[in-house]
């Protein structure tokens, strides 16, 4: 069964950084795309950043482009999300979400998310 | 690429029908033939869920009451039949071009 548990979040000052991390389980991680989305509170859905199977190829939303940056361990099953500059605008669950299969452009399997608060 | 759902809020009957558009602000057919356009649910207090890919293809263990179509710009979810657990927020996305959100449709029983 894949399994994805988002961890890292919590309440940061603006300016602040963090890192959040995605422990997955369940399929052979080095496989599969990964992404990251976020959902400010009472808000939608919003799509921040894809990695490949072997880091090849990595995209951002240009809402986080520069300040984002997204890893993979492979080694250790793990996604990351290292967020540097938050503004308050950041403040959001977090979601982890992984592409069903290669070139499917879906995301099948999610986490449950990490909260991220920026605020002083 | 922007996409856009209508309507932003959909009041059905149980056991109606319900549909859902999206619009994209430019094609979705990629260079590879394939048009990357995916429905996602999300119940209340719940990670969103996906329902169909690649425009109509269902997801595993996703009932046959959902139903994706469309092409180009112009793409729309249906459900046959609205059941009680059907509510929720019902995304777009599209992944031709990076990838981006709707901005979500709330499907709540009248």
């Known amino acids: 069964e894949v399994d994805l548990v988002e961890s890292g979040g919590g309440l940061v000052q603006p300016g602040g950084s963090l890192r959040l991390s995605c422990v997955a389980s369940g399929f052979t991680f080095s496989y599969y795309e990964m992404n990251w989305v976020r959902q400010a509170p009472g808000k939608g859905l919003e799509w921040l950043s894809y990695i490949s199977g072997i880091s090849s190829v990595i995209d951002y939303a240009d809402s986080v482009r520069g300040r984002f940056t997204i890893s993979r361990d492979n080694a250790k099953n793990s996604l990351y999300l290292q967020m540097n500059s938050l503004r308050a605008e950041d403040t959001a669950v977090y979601f982890c979400?992984?592409?069903?299969?290669?070139?499917?452009?879906?995301?099948?399997?999610w986490g449950q998310g990490t909260l991220v608060t920026v605020s002083s | 690429i922007v996409m856009t759902q209508t309507p932003l809020s959909s009041p059905v009957t149980l056991g109606q029908p319900a549909s859902i558009s999206c619009r994209s602000s430019q094609s979705l057919v990629h260079s590879d033939g394939n048009t990357y356009l995916s429905w996602l649910q999300q119940r209340p207090g719940q990670p969103p869920r996906l329902l169909i890919y690649?425009?109509?293809t269902r997801f595993s263990g996703v009932p046959d009451r959902f139903s994706g179509s469309g092409a180009g710009t112009d793409f729309t979810l249906r459900i046959s039949r609205v059941e009680a657990e059907d509510v929720g927020v019902y995304y777009c996305?599209?992944?031709?071009?990076?990838?981006?959100f709707g901005q979500g449709t709330k499907v709540e029983i009248k």
């Open positions: 979400a992984r592409d069903i299969d290669y070139g499917s452009g879906a995301l099948g399997f």
């Open positions: 996305m599209q992944s031709t071009q990076s990838r981006t």
């Open positions: 690649k425009v109509s």
